[in-house]
């Protein structure tokens, strides 16, 4: 498949892909700046997940120092490790009285039915793709987290689309919101008219209830960030995660089923002092906005999706 488009969040946000096109497993790591308030929304029934407990908004800390990406399931996880190590020693984490811990929040997706099974991202991986990590576009389709990502497999895996990692940013009023997205969907992704740009390859082009049969369920995620820059309380950073997780309702169907791991992450970073004071209802708009596209760009070859209306 061509390399697909090259994208950025902005905002001073740093991404970074270890892609292993043979097993057909990765990891994306996202860098965000330092002061930023994170929050997360989980949909998915089968989420796997470490330390998105820190994020809820009755929890006292809200910065975040990295965020993982990664497939290999739960066995995935271990790449926080290495995000973790290659962190502390740039000295960037919490500040205890002796010495800092970096907070590191990972979802996974459920990519081992496609490549190499017992080949999955690890601590190695995290430590590569911190290493590569860059503020300015990247590689977005078929790599890193999105590497064995596939979508439409609600008729069984072998009807199976590829699917990928999108980035999206989206602008109205003086404010901008970004989105990436590592979609690896049950459902079919489909454009702002209900059309299906990218899904199952079965007979009935559309979703049939009653949906896999016992014997195939697959298992899926779709993994979101939303990134803005604004001046935003953790409840309000959760609220946006939740606006993000509805960008994914409206480009994927079915949506949220009891076979996916939904889970998207907001971030918000620090505000410039002539930055526009935020709206919190037009950024809730957007950021539905470009979650749905960021989601319909990961499985567009040639040039990004339209957003169309959500």
């Not at 009755?58 to 993982?68: C, F, K, M, P, Y």
């Not at 929040?105 to 860059?134: H, K, M, Y």
């Not at 989105?179 to 979703?207: Q, Y």
């Not at 209802?281 to 169309?308: F, H, Q, S, W, Y």
């Amino acid at each position: 498949m061509p390399e697909r488009a090259r994208a950025a969040l902005g905002f001073g946000f740093k991404i970074g892909h270890s892609t292993n096109d043979e097993a057909r497993t990765g990891c994306t790591v996202i860098l965000p700046p330092p002061g930023n308030v994170a929050s997360c929304e989980i949909r998915g029934s089968s989420p796997g997940t470490r330390e998105v407990e820190q994020l809820h908004p009755d929890r006292r800390l809200t910065e975040i120092h990295g965020l993982v990406l990664t497939g290999g399931s739960a066995f995935g996880l271990a790449v926080a490790d290495g995000v973790q190590a290659w962190l502390e020693e740039k000295g960037i984490g919490y500040q205890t009285a002796v010495g800092v811990v970096p907070i590191v929040p990972a979802a996974v997706i459920f990519d081992l039915s496609v490549g190499d099974p017992a080949v999955r991202p690890g601590a190695d991986q995290g430590r590569a793709a911190c290493e590569t990590a860059i503020e300015g576009p990247v590689t977005t389709g078929l790599v890193g987290a999105g590497t064995g990502a596939t979508v439409g497999k609600w008729a069984g895996r072998p009807y199976a689309s590829p699917g990928g990692i999108g980035i999206a940013r989206v602008d109205a009023e003086g404010m901008r919101v970004a989105a990436l997205a590592v979609v690896n969907s049950v459902g079919d992704i489909v454009d702002g008219e209900g059309n299906v740009i990218a899904g199952t390859r079965a007979d009935h082009p559309r979703f049939q209830p009653p949906g896999p049969p016992d014997a195939e369920i697959p298992t899926n995620t779709v993994l979101g960030v939303v990134a803005v820059k604004a001046t935003l309380d953790k409840r309000e950073v959760r609220w946006l995660a939740a606006r993000g997780a509805d960008g994914i309702t409206v480009s994927v169907v079915p949506a949220h089923t009891r076979y996916d791991g939904d889970v998207v992450f907001a971030v918000a970073a620090p505000a410039d002092t002539d930055t526009p004071p935020a709206n919190l209802d037009i950024m809730g708009a957007l950021a539905t906005e470009a979650m749905a596209a960021a989601v319909r760009n990961a499985v567009v070859d040639d040039k990004p999706a339209p957003a169309g209306p959500v």
